[in-house]
């Protein structure tokens, strides 16, 4: 039960809510997940959103309606959320390693049915691992070859690798080949726009020769996926991939708000994820403390931004797990209760520190969504 229930639809709770809290701003995150799928389809590609920004079936749901082919998950924890909760095309893009892993990801597999859980491989062992599991799986898992594309996260480190894992896989008689994953987690922050576009087409080349390597070995790439909010506007005009898994494009944090906004370029997509605090303290000179500290907002990429509740210029300082220090302009100092908003730098690490969204439309909140996948490994 969440303690802001009782003000679902009351016109201007969203300066009630108990905080921290979550904030979903509705009609931003309607037109981000509507301007995405309107893309992918005006360029012919498909769209499998990364749940892992969002978590949420919820989301996941209205991703589909607006016709995403299905959705990436990080962790086996979310596939089966997402499988639990009837979404089809489920692709785990992480390899899945580890006796107990691997016998939960193919019972999640039989729960699914044929054709609507996949997952990425990128070692031999593991192939193996997944083939003998799967022999009683009554149909072949679908697993695509991961290929490091340079960040070296995960992956086969070259096309001679990536055509000795098909080949592993297609000698199998419980799995079955689809495609390759190339994901350039490196390449999606790039901050000036002519190198992004530069490293996304190198990302392409490389590929794009591990794609020819399969085939020339006789074997069928039906699925290239990858592609992440930075260079979505790039790879989905460019042919190599057949489909795109960004994430962050739903909630727009300020780390990608510096990198994909520019002098000639404005923000592809709006901020509809803000994290509201309460003024609980303001018997310090120089600044005040809010209720939102490290348990509340991600610490890996900088600073939270004040961006509704205060006026004139402001700074957010980490004061502890449960406080923030904001020291704005003396003429405009918030009061003892006020409500502060703030833009996360990092939006995935954030909302894994909920269990809710607190869904606003302008000023009244809508509705409250659980975060479903919330820590789930
Ligand atoms: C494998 C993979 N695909 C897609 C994404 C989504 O990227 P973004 O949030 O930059 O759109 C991520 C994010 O970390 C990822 O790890």
């Known amino acids: 039960m969440n303690a802001n229930q009782y003000l679902i639809g009351v016109p201007g709770s969203r300066q009630s809510l108990d905080t921290p809290a979550l904030l979903i701003e509705l009609p931003a995150l309607k037109r981000n997940i509507a301007r995405m799928a309107e893309l992918a389809a005006s360029r012919g590609i498909g769209l499998r959103p990364h749940a892992k ?41 992480s390899p899945v390693v580890g006796a107990n892993k691997v016998r939960r990801l193919v019972e999640l597999a039989r729960q699914a049915g044929p054709g609507r859980l996949m997952v990425v491989v990128d070692h031999p062992n593991n192939v193996e691992a997944l083939a ?14 991961d290929y490091h594309s340079g960040y070296h996260r995960t992956g086969v480190a070259d096309a001679e690798s990536a ?44 590929a794009a020769a591990v794609v020819a390597a399969i085939e020339a070995a006789g074997m069928q790439v039906d699925i290239v996926t990858g592609v992440g909010t930075g260079t979505h506007d790039f790879d989905s005009s460019a042919r190599v991939f057949t489909e795109m898994q ?8 300020s780390a990608y708000l510096d990198a994909l906004t ?30 939102a500290g490290i348990k509340s907002l991600a610490t890996d990429s900088g600073k939270p931004l004040a961006a509704r509740g205060i006026a004139g210029a402001s700074q957010y300082e980490f004061f502890g797990d449960e406080h923030g220090k904001l020291i704005g302009d003396p003429a405009h100092r918030p009061s003892l209760g006020e409500r502060i908003e703030f833009v996360t730098s990092h939006c995935d690490p954030t909302v894994n520190l909920h269990s809710f969204y607190h869904v606003v439309d302008g000023d009244t909140l809508v509705d409250i969504w659980p975060i479903q996948a919330r820590g789930r490994l």
Not at 63 to 89: F, H, K, N, R, Y
Not at 132 to 145: F, K, M, N, T
Not at 164 to 189: E, M, P, W
Not at 262 to 288: G, I, M, Y
């Open 163 to 206: 055509v000795d894992l098909a080949r592993k896989i297609a000698s199998t008689d419980t799995l079955v080949l689809r495609g390759l994953q190339a994901y350039g987690g490196n390449v999606q922050h790039i901050g000036d726009r002519r190198q992004r576009e530069e490293a996304a087409a190198g990302l392409r080349r490389n």
């Open 53 to 93: 920004s969002h978590k949420s079936v919820e989301i996941a749901r209205a991703q589909i309606e607006a016709g995403a082919i299905g959705v990436s998950c990080a962790t086996l924890g979310e596939a089966q959320v997402m499988v639990e909760a009837g979404i089809p095309g489920v692709l785990v893009t």
């Open 246 to 253: 960004p994430g962050s494009y739903l909630f727009m944090d």
């Open 132 to 145: 003998s599991e799967a022999a009683g799986l009554g149909y072949r898992l679908p697993v695509l070859v």
């Open 262 to 291: 520019d002098a000639s370029h404005a923000a592809p997509f709006e901020t509809s994820l803000f994290v509201q605090s309460t003024v609980v303290s303001v018997n310090a000179k120089d600044w005040v403390t809010v209720d």
